[in-house]
Structure formats: C-alpha cells, structure tokens
C-alpha cells in the first residue's frame, strides 16, 4: 500500500507557472503508473497526465498538452507536474493517483487508479 501527499498548489495569474509534486511513501514506488487528475468546481474529476513505471511513457489530456509536464524520481518517490502557461480553466483542485501495475497502461480513468492523494488546490486568476 502506498500513500500519497500532494503540495505545490497556490494562487497565480494567467500565463504564470506552478509546480505540482506528489510524495509517495513505501519501497515499490518504480511498480506505480502515476497520474495526476483535477477537479473543477461542480465538475467531475479528469485526468490530466499519467507516467508509466519508469518515466518512459507519458500521456496528456488534450486540454494541456505541450503546457503541463508530468515527470517522476523514483530514487525520492515522488512525481511532478510542471504548469505552465496557466488559463482561469485550469482552476481546480489536483489529486495524485496511483496504482501498482505490472504492466505498462496509463488509464485516464479514476477507476484505472487505487490511490489517491488529498488534493491540492490550483487558483489561476485573469
């Protein structure tokens, strides 16, 4: 079992940058696809980038390519979401996820993950 500690979060101006990190506690932390989601008020949760095992694979919601970039250490157990270029859309609060796999599957669905942070919040203002 792991546990999942998100900081990072805070207030910025649109077209400002942020970096998410998520803290992860245990021994297997290479064996975890990560993922990082978000929840907007009165919105439903949604992926937002996942990382494979070792970092060799990525994959972004269409709504942030080439802005956000999702990364890993497995030496510290943590994994990063680098924002940048921030809209007032991007607004939400961002859970870490993670699920132990033996394979190489990023899901984007809140289903495909057993491990969830407690969130942090992300305020972008115009």
């Known amino acids: 079992q792991v546990q999942l500690v998100e900081s990072g979060g805070g207030s910025v101006q649109a077209g400002g940058s942020l970096r998410l990190s998520c803290a992860a506690s245990?021994?297997?932390?290479?064996?975890?696809?990560m993922a990082w989601f978000r929840q907007a008020p009165g919105k439903e949760r949604e992926f937002v980038a996942g990382?494979?095992?070792?970092?060799?694979?990525?994959n972004y919601a269409d709504s942030v390519k080439g802005r956000f970039t999702i990364s890993r250490d497995n030496a510290k157990n943590t994994v990063s979401l680098q924002m940048s270029s921030l809209k007032p859309e991007d607004t939400a609060v961002y859970y870490c996820?993670?699920?132990?796999?033996?394979?190489?599957?990023?899901?984007?669905?809140?289903?495909?993950?057993?491990?969830w942070g407690q969130g942090t919040q992300v305020t972008v203002s115009s």
């Open positions: 245990g021994r297997t932390f290479s064996t975890y696809v």
């Open positions: 996820a993670g699920r132990q796999m033996m394979v190489t599957r990023i899901g984007v669905r809140e289903s495909d993950y057993d491990y």
């Open positions: 990382i494979s095992q070792y970092g060799v694979n990525t």
